[in-house]
């Protein structure tokens, strides 16, 4: 298939790669989607053959057409060396770690972090003699002062997907490249459509891709992209610890990704249409929305990212309660995870495991995450939820 800059067009533009991307219709008898190999054995054709690995997949676990169909299509949208898929958005975060970290190095990792990462970083990594100084996720160049000199690796989530500060990546990846430290980012929220880790300088690129790529809350996967420096480190780390994405889930993501742009872009701007809706009605205190001036790191978003997704928090004014508010909401369902068709909402309280800087936003904070339903329904739903309330 003819699809570069082969017939004179240029570059092709984002959208038009995620459909193009990864494939080779010749390969599958034509059809356009290449259907999931189910398999672990490979056969060989002779014993010499499989002492020399002399074919072009080796075993299941480690290849098949789709997840070679899935690494090539992200590591292109996300501008990378190579990529890996693994079987949740979390094995993403604590595979990338263990691919750079080693017993005695110091990590640094932003509070406002996803926080079954911050779990794994108290637990496991500490258990390996690994030690994590939590920082303010507004610190910017400030994290000079944390460094040590076993300061092996920085972590960064931008914005944090409960409480969204936007960190300054470009300052934090210049101060990282002082002492030669790995930079790592969880790019869930705005995916590679909306801000390209790799060309900021970041060397690991995590995506939960059970939200926005995948799309349809029905599927767990997480893909790592590296650039040079580190793949080799991100694949060793796969491959040891054998955490790769099964060929069902493969073929659901690759579906998923042919239309992320469409939904991405669709819900987007009406997750920006309600965060203003929210802004203007008098029960609300704050909007912590990226694309909003109330949230932290406002100045960063624009300056770096290209558009916002479709989840944010807002802030309800003392006296009101969240979990009645949400419980009279209809369309929102109550449920965690974000990125796929359908809008919800949670309840948000990071005061609990927050260490270095306090998350008090003077009420009751929500997450909502927007669908695609019709907007005019949505904003009805939310206008009667604040009547609900009000009574
Ligand atoms: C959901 C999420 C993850 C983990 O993804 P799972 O597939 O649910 O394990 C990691 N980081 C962020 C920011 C997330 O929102």
Not at 36 to 63: D, F, H, I, N, Q
Request: aromatic share 10%; net charge negative; hydrophobic share 40%.
């Amino acid at each position: 298939m003819t699809r570069t800059t082969e017939k004179g067009h240029g570059p092709l533009k984002l959208a038009t790669r995620l459909i193009t991307g990864g494939r080779n219709p010749d390969e599958s008898f034509g059809f356009v989607s290449i259907p999931p190999y189910r398999g672990s054995t490979v056969l060989y054709p002779s014993a010499k053959a499989c002492l020399a690995r002399e074919s072009r997949y080796a075993y299941g676990l480690t290849g098949n057409p789709s997840m070679e169909q899935l690494n090539t299509l992200w590591s292109e949208l996300e501008g990378a060396e190579g990529s890996v898929a693994l079987c949740s958005g979390a094995a993403a975060c604590t595979v990338a770690l263990l691919a750079v970290l080693s017993a005695g190095d110091h990590l640094l990792v932003p509070d406002s972090v996803y926080r079954p990462t911050r779990n794994f970083c108290n637990g496991m990594l500490r258990r390996m003699g690994i030690e994590t100084t939590y920082y303010d996720p507004m610190i910017g160049g400030g994290i000079r002062t944390l460094f040590k000199p076993n300061t092996r690796a920085i972590f960064t989530e931008s914005p944090g997907s409960h409480t969204f500060e936007v960190q300054d990546i470009p300052a934090i990846v210049a101060a990282a490249r002082e002492i030669n430290a790995f930079t790592l980012m969880d790019n869930t929220w705005a995916t590679a459509i909306y801000f390209k880790a790799l060309d900021f300088g970041i060397d690991i690129s995590i995506n939960a891709a059970t939200k926005y790529p995948s799309g349809h809350s029905d599927v767990l996967a997480g893909m790592i992209a590296a650039n040079a420096r580190a793949l080799p480190l991100v694949k060793a780390a796969h491959y040891e610890l054998g955490q790769y994405l099964s060929p069902d889930d493969t073929y659901t993501l690759l579906r998923g990704l042919r239309s992320m742009d469409l939904r991405l872009r669709e819900q987007g701007k009406a997750a920006l249409e309600i965060a203003h809706w929210l802004k203007a009605r008098p029960e609300v205190l704050k909007v912590l929305h990226p694309a909003l001036p109330d949230c932290p790191g406002h100045e960063f978003f624009k300056r770096d990212f290209t558009g916002s997704s479709g989840l944010f928090g807002f802030v309800l004014k003392p006296g009101y309660d969240s979990l009645a508010f949400i419980d009279a909401t209809d369309l929102f369902g109550v449920g965690f995870s974000w990125g796929g068709f359908e809008s919800l909402m949670i309840p948000v309280d990071a005061t609990s495991y927050r260490t270095v800087t306090p998350f008090a936003p003077g009420g009751a904070c929500i997450r909502i995450q927007i669908g695609l339903e019709n907007i005019e329904d949505l904003k009805a739903d939310l206008a009667q939820a604040f009547a609900a309330i009000a009574t």
